[in-house]
């Protein structure tokens, strides 16, 4: 069973930046698909990027030119550099990679 465990939610003011990272347990990201999702308050879940194998990147329409997907070299670790953040960034975000969910970190944008 695969594990992956997301970092670096938190507080931030409108405009502001957060990168969050999703660790996993072995290099699962060298032959699957890393994703981030989100989940606000009364809402479902979304996809909001999406880094295939072969590299292709795809993202929501509310975030493109905001945020960008990632990995590192060792395909073990999946990023998401989020910029010019709004309060409608709000939600627990969640990792997938390999059928499997990250525990989720709390993105809180306000002032």
């Known amino acids: 069973q695969v594990q992956l465990a997301e970092s670096g939610g938190g507080l931030v003011q409108p405009g502001g930046s957060l990168r969050l990272s999703c660790a996993a347990s072995?290099?699962?990201?060298?032959?699957?698909?890393g994703s981030w999702h989100r989940q606000a308050p009364g809402k479902q879940r979304e996809l909001v990027a999406i880094?295939?194998?072969?590299?292709?990147?795809v993202y929501a329409d509310s975030v493109k030119g905001r945020f960008t997907i990632s990995r590192d070299s060792a395909k073990r670790t999946v990023y998401l550099q989020m910029n010019s953040l709004k309060p409608e960034d709000t939600a627990v975000y969640y990792c997938?990679?390999?059928?499997?969910w990250g525990q989720g970190t709390q993105v809180t944008v306000s002032s």
């Open positions: 997938r990679g390999d059928n499997s």
């Open positions: 072995g290099s699962i990201f060298r032959s699957n698909a």
């Open positions: 880094i295939y194998s072969g590299g292709t990147t």
